[in-house]
């Protein structure tokens, strides 16, 4: 692409933007920056597409600046909530920012020599200012009409329990770290999602009014999905970039199951897939959907992205054992997780030593079967599994030896009931 605006643009990732915003990125390497906030412990899916245009901005010699919310989550954003956020404390907010700022440095290039990338927080400049100073300073280039006038200002006055003094006051901070960036790193460009709109465009002409500069902003749309549900979400919840929130199986799973509608404009948001590639699989949706092509690549290309090759492979282990795959090799937590919501049952380890419990009696005990007369029936006609490894022999026991991480066995009748066997100590 001749440009990062034209990388972008073909990705269908720019929504909008000031006057000579493209021609300010094609002019030549700038300082800009993208806010990302800290009510959280890590960043989700949601991130992803100011995280990656700061990466893609980067390749193109931009130098990108990721901007943690160390102080303006003390006061929480407005921008499309229908109602306030409940406050957190510092304490909260350094721990959530000392989560984040890893997952940040995953995406950009810290070392490069030519234009390493920033990590800053604006609670280093925020939380010491002089709130008389504040209002006399920089309050005095606001006027009410102009702040109620913005969207995510609007909608909240518009409800009955209305918009508090607190969260008002967020767009003038935002406005104040545009400035500030602006002064002591030469930022010239904000980039954010388009329900940040107003925000952004409050402070780069903040910077007009305070320096008599002209300043630009970028913003990328907000990813729906065509089903008309959230996206990022699950019947679980969010869908987070930690391991620890979000396993990298159920990560891999949710680009996995993607819908067909969507996959390819994933793909260009998402990944690093040049046209070419993206318009093959696109193809592929369209003349073997059944073969999931698209899908999979989305999967793989996103895992690989945020966790690693490793976690990859792991995840791509663990999404074959609902299908008969492999269990050896797997934690107990990655059993639990692939297991979640099958039917479970429970035996007691005890019952597993010396010479074992004998497999007919653990598929009644467990509720796999209704009587030992069905399980022997099953056993014989080559219909059980024990740990997706199929036991032909009535006489079969099973031992400590079969337990997985020393808590699971998984049993399965047939080609899809499982059920997972918790053992207990």
């Keep these: 692409m001749a440009s990062a605006f034209d990388e972008l643009k073909w990705r269908g990732l720019v929504y909008g933007g ?10 030549g390497p700038l300082k800009l920056y993208n806010g990302f906030d800290a009510t959280a412990d890590s960043l989700h899916v949601g991130h992803m597409v100011p995280l990656l245009a700061l990466a893609r901005l980067q390749r193109f010699g931009h130098v990108p600046i990721a901007l943690a919310g160390g102080g303006t989550s003390m006061i929480g954003d407005p921008s499309g909530r229908t109602s306030e956020r409940l406050l957190l404390s510092r304490e909260e907010i350094e721990s959530n920012i000392a989560a984040i700022k890893g997952q940040l440095a995953h995406f950009l290039d810290f070392d490069v020599k030519a234009n390493p990338a920033l990590l800053l927080n604006n609670a280093d400049w925020l939380l010491g200012l002089n709130l008389i100073d504040f209002l006399r300073d920089i309050g005095k280039h606001f006027t009410v009409n102009y702040m109620i006038a913005k969207d995510s200002v ?15 006051s967020y767009m003038l901070l935002q406005s104040y770290d545009f400035l500030h960036l602006y002064d002591h790193f030469g ?4 980039t954010g999602g388009s329900d940040q709109w107003g925000n952004i465009t409050a402070g780069a ?14 913003v990328y749309p907000l990813i729906t999905k065509s089903d008309g549900t959230k996206f990022g979400k699950t019947a679980s919840g969010a869908v987070w970039l930690s ?9 891999y799973q949710f680009w996995y199951n993607t819908d067909d ?18 318009a093959e699989l696109e193809d592929a949706v369209k003349s073997r959907p059944e073969q999931r092509e698209a899908q999979r690549r989305l999967a793989r290309e996103m895992t690989r992205i945020v966790h690693d090759e490793t976690a990859l492979g792991k995840a791509e282990q663990a999404s ?10 797997l934690s107990g937590a990655e059993v639990a997780d692939i297991f979640a919501d099958v039917p479970s049952g429970e035996v007691a380890g005890g019952r597993l030593q010396g010479g074992g419990m004998p497999l007919v009696e653990l598929l009644v005990s467990s509720g796999t079967l209704g009587s030992k007369g069905e399980a022997r029936r099953a056993i014989e006609g080559g219909g059980i599994y024990l740990n997706n490894r199929r036991v032909a022999d009535l006489a079969s026991k099973v031992a400590a030896a079969d337990v997985i991480d020393g808590q699971f066995l998984v049993l399965r009748h047939g080609r899809k009931n499982y059920r997972l066997v918790r053992v207990l100590a």
Excluded at 187 to 190: D, G, N
Aim: aromatic share 12%; proline share 1%; charged share 30%.
């Design 205 to 218: 002409e903040l910077v007009r009014r305070v320096r008599g500069k002209s300043v630009g902003a970028l």
């Design 18 to 27: 000031t006057e000579g915003a493209s021609e300010l990125l094609a002019a």
């Design 154 to 168: 609007k909608m909240r006055l518009e409800r009955e329990d209305g918009l508090s003094f607190t969260e008002f």
């Design 187 to 190: 930022c010239t460009m904000q």
């Design 320 to 329: 074959q054992v609902l299908f008969g795959g492999e269990v050896a090799g």
């Design 243 to 251: 391991a620890k929130r979000t396993s990298p199986y159920r990560f």
């Design 261 to 278: 509608r969507d996959v390819a404009n994933y793909l260009r948001f998402f990944t690093w897939l040049d046209a070419a590639t993206v």
